[in-house]
């Protein structure tokens, strides 16, 4: 069974400027999920989509942050204006629906933002 | 003060010591309780997944729940170097799909 996919795995971009990640996940999975991790710290959620719906997006922010999972499969997780504050790490995850518990995570997006 | 406190260490052990790895929380309504490894620049990996109170076994690793104290543990018994990586719990209540994770522990097992 192949894991969750993600891409870019790095992106270096400056401040500003306007940036995607994409994230396609493990087949028959009905939930996707994207969190921040700051370095030192562990996720946060972003936003839960249960297939094409998002869920939980009360800790998008949403004046700059923008996701959609238009067929309820791949989502995309856009930044625009991008901000030094926001380099991180992005990291997509799935799981079968109802089952939080045992959510598979993707190797993530490492951003910089100079 | 954040819902779930972990030490981010480093902790470090020699090859074959018993590992104890803990987190604290405040909210009464988590009743799922889960621990993630995460290596260096991968995503976190499912170690153990823990409903309410009580002790789950697999292999070297052991996790405890305390809904008393408000307190999770995870054992590695016969630490190996491969071992070596953050550990991050993680938690949610029924009444929501949102998982809250400490912020990891770096362990070190030294050959």
């Known amino acids: 069974e192949a894991g969750v996919v993600q891409s870019p795995r790095y992106k270096i971009i400056e401040k500003k400027q306007p940036v995607a990640f994409w994230c396609n996940p493990i087949s028959g999975h009905n939930t996707l999920y994207w969190y921040l991790q700051n370095l030192g710290q562990g996720p946060e959620l972003l936003i839960r989509y249960e297939n094409e719906e998002a869920v939980d997006d009360s800790q998008l922010p949403k004046d700059r942050f923008s996701a959609e999972r238009l067929k309820g499969v791949d989502s995309t997780l856009k930044i625009q204006p991008a901000e030094l504050g926001d380099s991180a790490v992005y990291l997509c995850?799935?799981?079968?629906?109802?089952?939080?518990?045992?959510?598979?995570f993707g190797p993530g997006t490492r951003l910089l933002v100079l | 003060q954040k819902e779930v406190e972990q030490d981010p260490g480093p902790l470090s052990v020699p090859e074959g010591a018993i590992v104890s790895l803990n987190c604290t929380y405040s909210?009464?309504?988590?009743?799922?309780f889960m621990w993630y490894r995460q290596y260096s620049r991968k995503g976190p990996e499912l170690l153990m997944y823990?409903?309410?109170?009580g002790n789950k076994e697999d292999g070297r690793f052991t996790a405890q729940v305390d809904k008393s104290s408000k307190y999770i543990s995870l054992f590695i018994r016969d630490s190996q170097p491969s071992d070596s990586a953050t550990y991050l719990c993680a938690m949610r209540s029924s009444n929501t799909g949102k998982l809250i994770f400490g912020q990891g522990t770096t362990l070190q097992v030294k050959p």
């Open positions: 909210n009464s309504a988590f009743q799922y």
């Open positions: 995850a799935s799981s079968r629906q109802g089952a939080q518990e045992t959510q598979y």
């Open positions: 823990t409903y309410s109170s």
